[in-house]
């Protein structure tokens, strides 16, 4: 029975319930004096306030989620998340991440056909991670306003990309340059792996630290470089095709919901973590609290609740029913990170 079952919160209740009616039932035969009834009296009294307590302590977990099972409440179980030392970094090196690289500028709209749509700047550069270890290729994509003098100040929302895990990635990169359709009001992050090798999303065992890499050192490198903020509000990621990238996406925004704070799916849904594995998102959702994320899946070919499951608050889950494109789910994704990318 799970601290936080149904189950065992109604039997909790049940008992509170039991020890109130035992006290009234027992207290006249313990009215009288002598250390007896003096004993049976303290003894009915702190059996109802224990059950109480333990109770309303147990329906206050349940609200908050301060513990998801028993080996996490008497501290037995293994840690999901570990403390490393990698080192001092200082705080003015994050976008010497970045080294070298090259600008693609597109053509000037005057030059471009009546009716295209404006293009986007593409900047390729690589990123090396200094608190990972991981490096890794960029295509940071800039919307056609980033450089105009009205636009100077004004930040951007982040999307994030993998290229390892996306096939449609190519034909993705190619649309934002050509002007086939507007870019998104964002700056688009295409990841690619050294050697186009994949980044995992979670740490694995004698590896490199890829919770580091998209928590820490791609954020703080591409925030240093361009008008992006690090709040969570202005940075979402997607990812989709065959792979894992689906699975990916869905785990930053579930379980680094304190820097990604909304994820798309594009494509049909091809699980990578086996169910009721802590890669599995379904047996993450019903294993720890929800998060305030924002998920969209776009023709995946399932409905989100055969992916996740039940779906409580404040986590917003959204699908499209039928054929969409990436170029669409990047704009979903835009729109609904540009509400909290905050403007200066």
């Not at 090259?102 to 000037?108: D, F, H, I, L, Q």
């Not at 980044?199 to 490199?208: K, S």
Request: with cysteine; hydrophobic share 40%.
């Amino acid at each position: 029975m799970g601290i936080t079952s149904k189950l065992f919160l109604v039997t909790l209740g049940l008992l509170a319930l039991a020890a109130c009616g035992l006290a009234i039932w027992l207290w006249p035969r313990l009215a009288g004096r002598g250390r007896r009834p003096v004993a049976g009296r303290i003894g009915l009294l702190l059996t109802t306030q224990v059950a109480l307590l333990i109770t309303v302590a147990a329906l206050t977990n349940d609200l908050f989620g301060f513990y998801t099972s028993w080996s996490d409440l008497f501290g037995v179980g293994s840690q999901r998340y570990q403390l490393k030392d990698s080192g001092v970094v200082q705080p003015n090196v994050n976008a010497s991440q970045l080294q070298g690289g090259s600008t693609a500028t597109p053509a000037s709209q005057s030059s471009s056909k009546p009716g295209a749509s404006p293009k986007a700047t593409m900047v390729s550069t690589t990123l090396v991670g200094l608190r990972s270890g991981i490096t890794a290729g960029l295509q940071v994509f800039l919307p056609p306003e980033y450089y105009a003098p009205a636009d100077g100040r004004r930040y951007y929302p982040a999307i994030v990309v993998d290229d390892t895990s996306d096939p449609g990635v190519a034909t993705l990169a190619s649309d934002l340059m050509s002007g086939k359709q507007r870019p998104p009001q964002a700056v688009v992050v295409i990841v690619r792996g050294d050697h186009h090798h994949n980044i995992p999303c979670v740490n694995e065992p004698n590896a490199a630290s890829a919770e580091q890499f998209w928590g820490q050192d791609l954020r703080t490198a591409v925030a240093d470089s361009y008008r992006v903020r690090l709040s969570p509000a202005a940075w979402g990621v997607m990812g989709g095709g065959p792979g894992d990238g689906g699975d990916c996406a869905i785990a930053l925004a579930l379980e680094d919901a304190g820097r990604y704070s909304a994820a798309a799916v594009f494509g049909r849904w091809q699980r990578f973590g086996a169910p009721g594995s802590p890669a599995d998102p379904a047996w993450w959702l019903r294993n720890y609290p929800a998060p305030p994320s924002r998920l969209l899946f776009a023709a995946t070919g399932e409905p989100p609740q055969a992916i996740l499951g039940p779906v409580r608050p404040p986590l917003q889950v959204m699908s499209t029913p039928g054929p969409t494109s990436e170029s669409q789910t990047l704009d979903w994704l835009a729109q609904t990170l540009q509400n909290g990318a905050p403007q200066s």
